[in-house]
């Protein structure tokens, strides 16, 4: 077996992602943001921004056409100090941001009481009824007929909250929500069907397997060679982009319970690798943004000591970021 340096482990990821031709730099804005910023005060002037993103092939111009997006989409504001900008998070999209990063990297997935949570929809017009389905299922929910949505952990008091934020207090009135237990008898669907029904994990694990691949070697680079000719703005880009990519995987994850997933799923191999990888990449990546992240009037905001924490425990994801 042929053994790949750090360097050119890390290099291949990066030019890999720099070769996409519609790289969706809204979307990682965010990801810098949650992952990065927030720790950070939630504030970042334009010009830290743009420089923390160029070396992944992201423009100015994009970079602005973005944040401009952000703006008007209530995920961010803008304050000018002169002819400076800083970028800030709204309360909402605080609110939104301090819900996600509480999943990111908490606890692993909780075990199941063998009851099903379900979300049972009745009339409603077909543009609502397909935003608030989309809306179930960035909470992780699977539909098994029209209007029945269905999940075994989920805290159905919890999503309810998040459906109001999210502007669907008015056709909550349509909805059940309710906990049932499957039938034991022979004739009632199993518990593996009802996840067939609601879920296509063939494809999810698909994705798993590349996460995988991208990133496993990577890692044992780290893990044989250290880390002591490893850039620190290197740790950040591949910090950056391993957040983007699990996140992204993660919101399509219903985070089911060890007891309704195949034996090899993909998945719980793919938090454990993102976890340690973070970790590996934690200090390096730490003090570039030390050096990097500025606020308009040239302030350096600290991080809080939340980030030595993060994947202490384990990880989880499922909430709609751009």
């Known amino acids: 077996m042929v053994k790949v340096t750090v360097s050119k482990s890390i290099a291949a990821r990066l030019d890999q992602f720099r070769q996409n031709d519609r790289i969706q730099a809204g979307s990682l804005i965010t990801t810098v943001f949650g992952d990065a910023i927030l720790p950070r005060g939630?504030?970042?002037?334009?010009?830290?921004?743009?420089?923390?993103l160029q070396p992944l092939g992201v423009s100015e111009r994009l970079v602005r056409t973005a944040v401009y997006r952000l703006v008007k989409e209530e995920w961010l504001q803008s304050e000018a100090l002169g002819r400076k900008t800083d970028y800030m998070l709204t309360p909402s999209g605080r609110s939104r941001f301090d819900d996600a990063s509480r999943q990111i990297y908490a606890a692993d997935i909780p075990g199941w009481d063998r009851r099903w949570r379900l979300m049972v929809v009745g009339e409603l017009d077909g543009r609502m009824r397909e935003q608030l389905r989309?809306?179930?299922?960035?909470?992780?929910?699977?539909?098994?007929?029209?209007?029945?949505?269905?999940?075994?952990?989920?805290d159905l008091e919890k999503v309810t909250e998040s459906l109001v934020s999210e502007g669907f207090g008015d056709v909550l009135g349509h909805?059940?929500?309710?906990?049932?237990?499957?039938?034991?008898?022979?004739?009632?669907?199993?518990?593996?069907?009802?996840?067939?029904?609601?879920?296509?994990?063939?494809?999810?694990?698909?994705?798993?397997?590349?996460f995988l691949q991208k990133y496993e070697p990577i890692s044992d680079a780290l893990a044989s060679q250290g880390q002591k000719d490893l850039p620190e703005e290197s740790a950040f880009l591949i910090r950056t982009l391993l957040i983007h990519d699990v996140r992204r995987l993660l919101l399509r994850d219903p985070q089911l319970p060890d007891s309704l997933l195949p034996a090899t799923w993909p998945g719980s191999r793919a938090r454990l690798l993102?976890?340690?990888?973070?970790?590996?990449?934690?200090?390096l990546s730490e003090r570039h943004l030390d050096a990097?992240?500025?606020?308009?009037?040239?302030?350096?905001?600290?991080?809080?000591?939340?980030?030595?924490?993060?994947?202490?425990?384990?990880?989880?994801?499922?909430?709609?970021?751009?």
């Not at 518990?191 to 798993?208: F, I, P, R």
């Open 175 to 210: 909805v059940i929500a309710m906990v049932a237990v499957n039938s034991r008898a022979a004739q009632c669907a199993t518990d593996s069907t009802m996840v067939q029904k609601a879920w296509n994990l063939g494809e999810l694990a698909s994705s798993y397997e590349g």
């Open 134 to 154: 989309r809306a179930l299922f960035w909470h992780g929910f699977g539909e098994t007929t029209s209007g029945c949505f269905v999940h075994p952990t989920a």
């Open 274 to 283: 993102c976890r340690d990888l973070y970790r590996k990449l934690l200090p």
């Open 292 to 322: 990097h992240v500025r606020l308009s009037s040239g302030l350096a905001p600290h991080a809080s000591n939340v980030v030595a924490t993060r994947f202490k425990y384990g990880m989880n994801l499922n909430t709609d970021f751009p």
């Open 42 to 52: 939630g504030r970042i002037s334009l010009g830290s921004m743009i420089q923390l």
